[in-house]
């Protein structure tokens, strides 16, 4: 058993790796020198105090961090065998392969259906029974279907917060991602959302391939099998979360997560 | 420490303050006081218009007010409104034909791809447009449009309906992008990185959610165009001239509601003739028509709001 389990941890493809990663917003610099290596099917997450780059890096796995007039990037985050900063990788087909989810649930003022197939449709996808058969399957992946498949064209600003957010998490799973971004995606919803989201993570690892931004120790323990500590816009330590959580390397991260940080 | 700082004591004193509490109740009355004048102001519109508007209406038979003949100062009177609304329903159009494809461009211009510095350089420009006195357009769309409509169009005359509701269009352009802008502008930006997430081009997330979820505000804006285009006066006046025939040819000079009520009341129609109290029936049609328009402005706002 534990054999095998080794084996495939071997076996594990590298998604993104990360190399001397530096970007500012202007002048002031938010992240330093990044090195950093994704594995499929992970899940990682990210923890640090307020400040210290966790959204802009997560931001930037996608080129999110475009949006914002001023940024400035050194250094190359390669995905699968391709830098993503080279001019010939179109963003929108980077950000098609890799789904995102906020911290505040985001969806459009439309339908729940046409939130769901916002992505498939503007990508080309025109056939109604195919966009019907991704919504269900999308919608089943972000455990929401038994909640709204009764009513899939009422507007999606219906529903809970919760609901709101794993609808976004279908949103994101209908253009079949490979990767699935999430900034801080319970910080939002009470606990028992809060459950059924890190539950919904669980069950997506088996296909996808998730980074996590959380501030919640305890969820960062009990979802990801990585975890990455940042510290004012370095990476600290990344190891296996047990690992980080039992014997960090570093006494930053030690005092970190024993909330002994200033 | 100063016994008098104390805050707690200063506090109740202020509430124990009468003079503090007389102004509370007082100054809120000339608050209404400024807020029902305006409203008096309007009823007594309406009450005017619709006594005189009475008169004319009695006395002239239905049959004749819903006829394409106009001509109030012939020997033989005739007051058919058609052609006023047919006027004013045809440079209205022409009007909008300018300004929703423009404006709607600049709005979305100036909300989605201008960069910050460069929307705050153009938006008070373009705001200040609106402030033009309409009879400078008039007198732009008489004296520069018009000559340059004609070395194009030939047969155009000198006064028509095109070179009003163009000059009418460009009027409104600014109050439509304006409007426009602001409801883009209040799309939550989350929207747009949601959007952005998904692979989306600019111009998919200006046209597919951007646009989709401003769609009430940008109505609203149409609407509110119109509604200035049907009340808009000095433009039509001078440049579209005062032609009392019913047609649908753009390069003919028309006679609008506005500019009937222009020539009428700078004119001699004695007080107490038909043709006096044809003035009243025709602001009447105009008051019920910008009202609707108001109305179905705010309708849409309302019945449209998005809920994010
Ligand atoms: N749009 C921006 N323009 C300029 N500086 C920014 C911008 N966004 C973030 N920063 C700065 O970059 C640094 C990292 O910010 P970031 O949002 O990545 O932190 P974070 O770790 O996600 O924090 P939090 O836990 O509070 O979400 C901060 O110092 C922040 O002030
Ligand atoms: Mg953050």
Redesign the pocket.
Known sequence: MISQNTNKDEAKRIIYSVNNLNLW?GK?Q?LKNLNFTIEENDVTAII?P???????FIKTLNRMIEI?PNVKTSGEIIYNDRNIFDSAFGVEELRTRVGMVFQKPNPFPKSIFENVVYGPKIHGIRNKKKLMEIAEVSLRNSALWDEVKDRLNSNAYGLSGGQQQRLCIARALAMEPEVLLMDEPTSALDPIATAKIEELIMELKKDYTIVI?T?SMQQAARISDKTAFFLMGELIELDKTKTIFTTPRDKRTEDYITGRFG | MDKSMNVREVIKDNFNNKRHRGLEKFIPKIFLLAASLSVVTTVGIVCTLLFDAFKFFSRVPLREIFSTKLAPLSANPSFGILPLINATMITSLIAMCVAIPIGLTAALYLSEFASDGLRRILKPIMELLAGIPTIVYGFFAYSFVTPILMKLIPGLEAKNALSPGIVMGIMIIPMVASLSEDAMNSVPNAMREGAFALGSTKLEVAFKVVIPAAFSGIMASFVLGISRAVGETMIVAIASGSSKIFTFDITRSMQTMTAYIVEFTSGDAGSGTLGYYSLYAVGLILFVFTLLMNLLAQYITRKYREEY
């Open positions: 917003y002031d938010a640090g307020s400040g210290c780059g966790k959204s802009t914002i931004v501030h």
